[in-house]
């Protein structure tokens, strides 16, 4: 029996959960390299920036290797997909601010590493090729981790707060 | 690798991970499966696993990670477990034992943790399979571990936080789905039980581990 698809019951856009992840990992990030209000400012807005435009891009992507599906479908299917990424979000809050790790690099590429592949899952139970929807983000989702990274560490030790 | 997993009418997503396993190759392929497709893999060629196998897993999986941070800190001669006799070699291999002890009752405890909360949101699954289905679902972390310990050994880097974290945050994935299986599909209540159990993992291990 498949799973039950579950339709999320969210109005908003769907690149709303990754902009709150990724403003945690980005304010993370900025308050580690510059202990300030100000840094860690930017790095939510620059979390945010960039997690608006890897749900677009991978959604744009799902698209191109599925276009038997309509724009609605992809959004509903990554409306649910991205929502992964709060959980790590969390715990990354939690490691650093509780516990003193100073890990969000590792928590924001598994987070976007695994809502790539849930995205890429509900694309799938929506009528998408099984193969293609769980490779395609997957392997997006990879390259958009490496450039958060590189982005993210760059950012922080090249910029004066 | 998956070429099985795109065969199969529209919607069965997953067609090996979804019938029962035949062979030894099924169940390999289906525990690979589990990095991209985790709910189609725990829900059928690997739930044919028996319990104490699906525990094994994950108690090989926290052993190695706990083998890591032992390594790391031996490495680093940070103090370690004020109640364990933590010295040198055999401190790390104590560290380890208790790495296997978390992953299996400690595993077992979440999966009941979560069998219990689930069941005022009207979750029928019987609590034998969502203990397997937890314990499956550190496949991932598994591999991940056993990297780590290579990387560790081979290469004498620090590995717990890169190699071992990593494998604990992408269980997870099967960890939501396995919950949303057991709620239905619905997906708010899954991603919050799920951040509520990968916290009290993360946190245990720095409890044990650091």
Do not use: H
């Not at chain 1, 690099?105 to 849930?118: E, K």
């Not at chain 2, 725990?42 to 104490?52: E, F, V």
């Not at chain 2, 055999?90 to 405890?109: D, I």
């Amino acid at each position: 029996m498949n799973q039950p698809v579950g339709r999320t019951p969210m109005t908003l856009p769907y690149w709303t959960a990754p902009a709150l992840g990724f403003a945690a990992f980005g304010g993370l990030v900025g308050w580690r390299m510059g202990a300030t209000a100000l840094a860690a400012t930017v790095g939510v807005a620059g979390g945010a920036v960039f997690a608006v435009l890897a749900a677009s891009l991978l959604v744009f992507v799902l698209g191109l290797a599925n276009p038997n599906l309509g724009r609605e479908v992809l959004r509903e299917a990554a409306e649910t997909g991205f929502l992964l990424i709060l959980p790590f979000a969390a715990l990354a809050l939690a490691a650093e601010l509780a516990l003193g790790w100073q890990a969000s690099q590792v928590f924001s590429s598994a987070a976007l590493m695994t809502s790539g592949g849930a995205v890429g899952m509900e694309v799938a139970r929506r009528g998408g090729g099984a193969l293609r929807s769980a490779l395609v983000p997957s392997a997006v989702a990879l390259l958009l981790s490496a450039a958060w990274v590189v982005l993210s560490t760059f950012a922080a030790s090249n910029w004066k707060w | 690798m998956f070429g099985n997993a795109a065969i199969g009418p529209v919607g069965s997503v997953g067609s090996v991970a979804e019938r029962p396993a035949r062979t030894r190759s099924d169940q390999i392929k289906a525990g690979l499966l589990i990095f991209v497709n985790p709910g189609g893999a725990l829900k059928g060629a690997l739930a044919q696993l028996p319990i104490p196998v699906a525990l094994g897993i994950s108690g090989t999986a926290f052993g190695l990670f706990f083998l890591q941070t032992g390594l790391d800190l031996l490495r680093v001669s940070q103090p370690t477990l004020p109640r364990l006799a933590m010295t040198g070699a055999g401190g790390v291999v104590g560290l380890c034992l208790v790495g296997v002890v978390y992953g299996t009752l400690g595993v077992a405890f979440l999966a009941a943790l979560a069998w219990i909360a689930t069941r005022p949101l009207g979750a029928t699954v019987a609590l034998d399979s969502t203990i397997r289905a937890f314990a499956l679902g550190y496949c991932p972390a598994l591999v991940y571990a056993a990297l780590g310990v290579a990387t560790n050994l081979a290469l004498g880097w620090n590995t717990a936080l890169a190699f071992g974290v990593t494998g604990m945050l992408w269980a997870l994935g099967p960890m939501i789905a396995t919950l949303r299986e057991m709620l239905g599909g619905r997906i708010w209540p899954s991603v919050i039980l799920a951040t509520l159990l990968g916290g009290l993992t993360l946190f245990g291990w720095a409890f044990l581990g650091t």
